[in-house]
């Protein structure tokens, strides 16, 4: 599978943004996806998870409600609507296949969308 991300952009603290995922390939066996962020300097960090059917959902602890993962099998596409958006919430975010649920990825990196959020 192959996965593209999109909507990213600058945005105030406090602000919303939504991300794309859109998916091409073997899209019709079931697959879970997940999205993760890298900020300059840092390690890569888990964000969300989406199982294919969308029962089940993960995220990471800094999160904290602020976030929403949700698909549409339909369209191929896996989406993260983030509010109350932080200056710490900086950074190129990814999405992948997660091989292990829910916080194991397969290491295929696209180019990610870059979010940015000022103070």
């Known amino acids: 599978v192959h996965l593209v991300e999109s909507g990213g952009g600058l945005v105030q603290a406090g602000g919303s943004l939504r991300l794309s995922c859109v998916a091409s390939?073997?899209?019709?066996?079931?697959?879970?996806t997940g999205w993760f962020r890298q900020a300059p300097g840092r390690k890569r960090d888990f964000v969300a998870a989406?199982?294919?059917?969308?029962?089940?959902?993960d995220y990471g602890d800094f999160v904290k409600g602020r976030f929403s993962v949700s698909r549409d099998n339909a369209k191929n596409t896996m989406y993260l609507q983030m509010n109350r958006l932080k200056p710490e919430d900086t950074g190129v975010y990814y999405c992948?296949?997660?091989?292990?649920?829910?916080?194991?990825?397969?290491?295929?990196w696209g180019q990610g969308t870059q979010v940015t959020v000022s103070s």
């Open positions: 390939g073997r899209t019709s066996e079931p697959y879970s």
């Open positions: 989406i199982n294919w059917s969308g029962s089940l959902t």
């Open positions: 992948a296949q997660i091989r292990t649920w829910p916080r194991d990825p397969y290491a295929y």
